[in-house]
């Protein structure tokens, strides 16, 4: 199995760098490719964008943010919020995104799935899922779907999805630990990488993520202080987590 | 020093022309079977699946430029895919030929979870790569492997990497560098 992956997650809106707490009240943290920049010169594996607005006329704009961080780092990247679409999918990655992550639309058509990853290959395409109590919320977080989360993930797995990126949203912004219990649940469910989100308060809380998934997401614990990745770096070595040499 | 990326089809290939200009490379995407031929170093990028993207190379002449680039020995660079594509045939799709540049073929991945996405140590080097795939080459042009796959591979003028040496930070630009100081 290749290394545990550090994941940085940004949420985007209007052009900046947000951060709410159970997905609620937005605060400003900073600018997308400068933060992006800082979190890659302190040994981020990858990153994931997530336009929280996703505004149909604010497309042109991410494309363009998209292609000015693509510019900038040497390291992947997912984009996410509001891909609806073959099309939406292929302008991220034609502006220099690796993955495009699919939530909301996907569930409302899984054949999406299917269409992302036989244009694109399966490696592409994330599937995202915002869980509470095992359910997962659409739109969000804001809508329920009946659907449980270790369920949804078999599905996309067979419709080609090739990595599931799984938000507890009960835990998510609190910094008190990911759900360890939903997200082995969805682990051993599937047979594609998993990253865990929600959650991380403490290099214990990460490396546990990593015992039953394969990458963590790291928000709320970053934000304050980039810098802190360096850190969390070194503790979770000194907890036994092999990450790579980033140097 | 010029390098052209083929384009043939969906995905991210603009990566893949930063990385190069990053290191002083005059690098541009191109659909043109002249501009393949003509270059100081050709990459063909790993974009979407082996069908569409064996299609997308045939539409364009491109499937013919690179074969006759690499027999007249002009430095050439798979990366990802467009290393599983340079083989004689790959599984991917219920099975695709490939360009043959490559003795051997590549086989979906059988072991851990697939697709096979992260960093992971390519030896001899001992140095960290980004991978992201679901099918792997087997062929007896390995020269270093990863976990035990085939992680780059070569014969004659053809250099092709399973990792993704544009998203491997410094690395992976050394690697690049590597291969424009040999083109």
Redesign the interface.
């Known amino acids: 199995?290749?290394?545990?992956?550090l994941i940085p997650c940004l949420d985007v809106a209007a052009g900046r760098v947000v951060k709410g707490v159970r997905f609620q009240g937005l605060q400003d943290v900073g600018d997308p490719v400068e933060l992006g920049a800082t979190y890659?010169g302190a040994g981020a594996?990858e990153l994931v964008y997530l336009d929280v607005k996703a505004t149909l006329d604010g497309r042109p704009a991410l494309i363009e943010l998209v292609?000015r961080i693509?510019?900038r780092l040497?390291?992947?990247f997912t984009v996410g919020g509001g891909v609806r679409s073959v099309a939406d999918a292929?302008a991220l990655?034609?502006?220099?995104?690796?993955k495009v992550s699919v939530n909301s639309a996907a569930l409302e058509r899984p054949e999406l799935v299917r269409e992302l990853a036989?244009?694109?290959?399966?490696?592409?395409v994330v599937v995202a899922i915002d869980a509470s109590g095992g359910e997962v919320r659409s739109r969000a977080g804001s809508r329920t779907t009946g659907r449980g989360a270790v369920e949804w993930a078999r599905e996309a797995e067979q419709h080609g999805a090739?990595?599931i990126l799984l938000t507890a949203i009960d835990t998510d912004g609190t910094r008190s630990g990911y759900d360890l219990e939903l997200t082995a649940a969805v682990a051993d469910a599937v047979?594609?990488?998993v990253i865990a989100s929600g959650g991380a308060g403490t290099a214990r809380h990460v490396a546990d993520a990593l015992d039953v998934a394969?990458?963590a997401l790291l928000a709320s614990i970053l934000h304050e202080r980039p810098a802190r990745l360096v850190t969390l770096r070194e503790e979770l070595r000194e907890l036994g987590v092999p990450l790579?040499?980033?140097? | 020093m010029n390098v052209a990326v083929c384009a043939y089809g969906?995905?991210?290939v603009?990566?893949v022309v930063?990385?190069f200009e990053?290191l002083g490379a005059a690098a541009e995407v191109t659909e043109d079977p002249r501009d393949v031929a003509a270059a100081d170093l050709a990459v063909l990028p790993g974009?979407?699946?082996a069908a569409?993207a064996m299609d997308g190379l045939r539409e364009r002449g491109l499937d013919e430029a690179l074969r006759e680039r690499v027999a007249d020995g002009g430095a050439t660079l798979g990366i990802c895919?467009g290393l599983q594509l340079a083989l004689e045939e790959t599984e991917e799709d219920g099975g695709v030929g490939g360009l043959g540049i490559v003795s051997g073929r590549a086989v979906r991945i059988r072991d851990?979870?697939?697709?096979?996405?992260?960093?992971?140590?390519v030896e001899p080097s001992g140095e960290?790569f980004?991978?992201?795939?679901?099918y792997a080459a087997e062929t007896p042009a390995a020269t270093a492997r990863s976990?035990g796959i085939v992680a780059v591979a070569e014969q004659g003028s053809f250099v092709g990497v399973q990792f993704?040496p544009?998203?491997?930070?410094?690395a992976?630009?050394r690697f690049l560098e590597r291969c424009l100081s040999r083109a």
């Open positions: 199995m290749p290394l545990p992956r890659s594996d292609a693509a510019d040497a390291i992947p292929e990655l034609a502006a220099g995104a690796d036989n244009r694109l290959g399966s490696q592409a090739g990595e047979a594609l990488p394969q990458a790579r040499d980033a140097a | 969906a995905g991210n603009r990566s930063v990385a990053r974009v979407g699946s569409s895919l851990g979870r697939v697709p096979r996405i992260g960093w992971a140590t960290a980004y991978f992201a795939h679901s976990e993704h544009e998203k491997s930070g410094d992976g630009a």
